[in-house]
């Protein structure tokens, strides 16, 4: 019989903006998006060339607004959705309970929710703290969650055995 471990950490407003500053930094690096982006905003600096050589303002001006967008404002319209979906949630401010073993995932929170390993798409390890990647979510795992750092390091390596980390 392989060992169990117990993760427990309350989801809270601080793991909100962790998971979103970490998922998206992720999401970024590992998405055929960032090229597109690139050549997007490749095409939009010649738009500013352009529309500075003609004297188009209007150009000038959607070439800007399509650069602080691309920049600032999707970052920033993702955030709001995620804290929005944080203040509509049944798990707000509530403990969240795992038992974790070799056959998968028992989350114990309002009911009782079962995840075999084959489940999960990947575990990313971010360095002191887990991010559960299951279609179409990523489900954040901090440190403080686990009992101790053996315990953490078990986890890894169960994932790692089941092809998991990443």
Do not use: C
Not at 75 to 99: G, H, L, P, Q, T
Not at 106 to 112: A, D, F, K, L, R
């Amino acid at each position: 019989m392989s060992k169990s471990i117990k993760v427990r950490y309350i989801w809270n407003k601080e793991n909100v903006d962790n998971l979103f500053n970490a998922s998206y930094h992720y999401q970024f690096h590992h998405s055929a998006k960032r090229y597109i982006g690139w050549f997007l905003i490749v095409l939009v600096q010649f738009g500013v060339i352009a529309a500075i050589k003609k004297g188009s303002m209007a150009l000038l001006l959607f070439s800007t607004i399509m650069l602080v967008y691309w920049y600032y404002g999707k970052k920033y319209i993702a955030k709001r959705r995620a804290e929005k979906s944080y203040e509509n949630s049944v798990f707000k401010d509530k403990e969240i309970e795992m038992d974790i073993n070799e056959k998968g995932f028992t989350i114990v929170s309002n009911s009782q929710e079962k995840w075999s390993w084959d489940e999960i798409d990947e575990v990313i390890d971010l360095s002191e703290n887990i991010m559960l990647y299951k279609y179409p979510n990523f489900h954040y795992i901090p440190l403080h969650g686990f009992a101790s750092l053996e315990e953490k390091s078990y986890f890894k390596s169960m994932a790692k055995e089941h092809g998991k980390l990443r």
